[in-house]
């Protein structure tokens, strides 16, 4: 059973910086790369948004409008972790952020080319607050 495990988020000032993780378990060694890990968030009274992933069979990456510029998406392959890198972080970045996995065997169209699509994905981690105030 796959399994997603978001590191803790915490409370910030605006301009501050904040790097989550989030680790894989439950793949085996060659199935690991079939799986497409992003992040989403969910800000109070709004739906979730995808806001970035990267695709494990070229390294490509993205990044939504709202984050582009000031949040990266890297992995370390040999952890089963991907990070996410997220500077200057703003008020309406306030959100419970989630990591997902998408098994890329099933057929559904392009991974993590200009979009990310909640109902796409196959597991999920457990969520972490990150709230950005003064």
Do not use: H
């Given at each position: 059973?796959v399994q997603?495990?978001e590191?803790r988020?915490?409370?910030?000032?605006?301009g501050?910086s904040l790097r989550?993780?989030c680790e894989?378990?439950?793949?085996?060694?060659?199935?690991?790369?079939?799986?497409?890990i992003?992040w989403?968030?969910?800000?109070?009274?709004?739906e979730?948004?995808g806001i970035?992933?990267i695709?494990?069979?070229d390294d490509?990456?993205?990044?939504s409008s709202?984050?582009?510029?000031?949040?990266?998406?890297f992995r370390?392959?040999?952890?089963?972790t991907?990070?996410?890198?997220m500077?200057s972080?703003k008020p309406?970045?306030t959100a419970?952020?989630?990591?997902?996995?998408r098994d890329?065997?099933?057929?559904?169209?392009?991974?993590?080319?200009?979009?990310l699509?909640?109902?796409?994905?196959?597991?999920?981690?457990q969520?972490?607050?990150v709230?950005v105030?003064?």
């Amino acid at each position: 059973q796959v399994q997603l495990v978001e590191s803790r988020g915490g409370l910030v000032q605006p301009g501050w910086s904040l790097r989550l993780s989030c680790e894989a378990s439950g793949f085996s060694l060659d199935t690991y790369d079939y799986y497409g890990i992003g992040w989403f968030r969910q800000a109070p009274g709004k739906e979730r948004e995808g806001i970035s992933c990267i695709n494990p069979f070229d390294d490509s990456s993205y990044l939504s409008s709202s984050v582009k510029g000031r949040f990266t998406i890297f992995r370390d392959k040999a952890k089963n972790t991907v990070w996410l890198q997220m500077n200057s972080l703003k008020p309406e970045d306030t959100a419970v952020y989630y990591c997902a996995a998408r098994d890329l065997r099933i057929p559904r169209g392009s991974y993590c080319k200009g979009q990310l699509y909640v109902a796409e994905q196959d597991f999920w981690g457990q969520g972490t607050q990150v709230t950005v105030s003064s």
